[in-house]
């Protein structure tokens, strides 16, 4: 998966509580351009040779997230079932579930169960009346951590992540002209609410970490992005559209 994503999901995949922004004068206004509804990624290239695959079914549900990683030739093959609120996720070959989600009547997840090599690590997630995450807590053996999100037009701006011995902050810019198309995808592999507009820069701390550019289609859809690290350079990943 892209970069962007990884790190997105990295953060995301703890707990968090959030405080939404009041909306001031000069604050970035979103556009609203057509949503592609119906469009979905089915594939990612990197510039490393580094690629992922997605499978849906006829109900826009992730069925098979496939990754290949080129530096250890690392594969991730993932298989995903659906029962009533449950969404259980498997690795190809293995019969034990690798992760389970219980799904609230939104559809996002209100937990989520996940085997390592610790043992299951738990994760909560709450949101707020706007249907925005704005907490999730992960309990495990080794691991007891919350994280605070803030939010402006729609997006995550700010997550404070709180554990027992250190609090740390990760903020977030957006092309607020962009939407983010990538959102149903994102959505359907993490089952959370996505960002409305596209990443522009992420800043750990008060360092700036890396920025964001795009290039995109006739219909304003992404084909791919670029990822500038201000310490290891630069990471491109090309994106496949299948709209139905």
Not at 116 to 141: D, Q, V
Not at 183 to 211: C, D, M, V
Request: aromatic share 14%; hydrophobic share 25%.
């Amino acid at each position: 998966m892209k970069k962007l994503n990884l790190l997105l999901i990295a953060f995301v995949i703890l707990a968090g509580t959030a405080c939404k922004k009041d909306k001031t004068t000069d604050e970035p206004t979103a556009s609203t351009p057509v949503t592609f509804t119906n469009c979905l990624m089915t594939k990612e290239v990197m510039g490393d040779g580094s690629y992922s695959d997605y499978t849906y079914n006829s109900n826009k549900q992730l069925t098979r997230f496939y990754r290949f990683t080129s530096g250890d030739n690392s594969k991730l093959d993932l298989l995903y079932t659906y029962s009533g609120n449950a969404v259980t996720i498997t690795k190809s070959g293995e019969s034990k579930p690798y992760q389970i989600y219980y799904l609230n009547s939104k559809g996002f997840a209100d937990s989520l169960y996940s085997a390592n090599f610790s043992g299951t690590t738990k994760y909560y997630f709450n949101y707020n009346s706007a249907g925005e995450l704005i907490k999730k807590i992960i309990s495990g053996e080794f691991t007891n951590s919350t994280i605070l999100y803030e939010y402006t037009r729609g997006n995550i701006t700010k997550e404070t992540t709180i554990d027992k011995s250190s609090t740390s902050t990760i903020t977030y810019d957006y092309y607020y002209d962009n939407v983010n198309h990538l959102a149903k995808t994102e959505q359907a592999r993490i089952f959370t609410p996505s960002n409305k507009n596209l990443t522009k820069s992420l800043t750990i701390g008060t360092s700036l970490y890396g920025t964001y550019s795009y290039d995109f289609d006739s219909d304003n859809k992404p084909i791919k992005w670029t990822f500038t690290n201000t310490n290891s350079g630069i990471v491109i990943d090309d994106i496949t559209w299948s709209c139905k």
